[in-house]
């Protein structure tokens, strides 16, 4: 099996378009002799439509989670979550958490600000 670092990977999709209008014979003797290049053009473009797809998804989830677990733990204010954000299921079986000591960028509560600042005459 030749090596996949023998064959440019200059290979556009109008280059691989133009192999399949040939059909037949060149493109089963090009698969022949360059399968696994092929295969791994094909993983390489499925791999990417996924992470386009469930990257973004994953992080608006991400995002989500983070904004409820802001508002449950108080950081956010006094005010009320959106109303999809009500709309999804919460944990009340793990009670309500402090968001803020998972986080390694630490907001500060209005209580512990001023416990921080305060300083004893001496």
């Given at each position: 099996?030749?090596?996949?670092?023998?064959?440019?990977?200059l290979l556009t999709r109008s280059v691989l378009g133009g192999f399949f209008l040939l059909e037949a014979q060149v493109v089963m003797i090009f698969f022949f002799f360059?399968?696994?290049t092929l295969c791994g053009l094909?993983?390489?473009?499925?791999?990417?439509?996924?992470?386009?797809?469930?990257?973004?998804?994953?992080?608006i989830a991400l995002d989500v989670v983070h904004l409820i677990d802001m508002w449950?733990?108080?950081?956010?204010?006094?005010?009320?979550?959106?109303t999809f954000l009500r709309l999804l299921p919460s944990s009340p079986s793990h009670?309500?958490?402090?968001?803020?000591?998972?986080?390694?960028?630490?907001?500060?509560?209005q209580q512990e600000d001023l416990q921080r600042n305060y300083r004893t005459p001496g």
């Open positions: 099996m030749p090596s996949e670092q023998g064959v440019p990977w360059f399968r696994v094909y993983f390489l473009y499925a791999s990417s439509i996924i992470n386009m797809i469930l990257l973004h998804c994953f992080h449950e733990a108080g950081v956010v204010g006094s005010v009320s979550p959106p009670g309500r958490h402090d968001v803020l000591q998972y986080t390694p960028t630490r907001v500060l509560s």
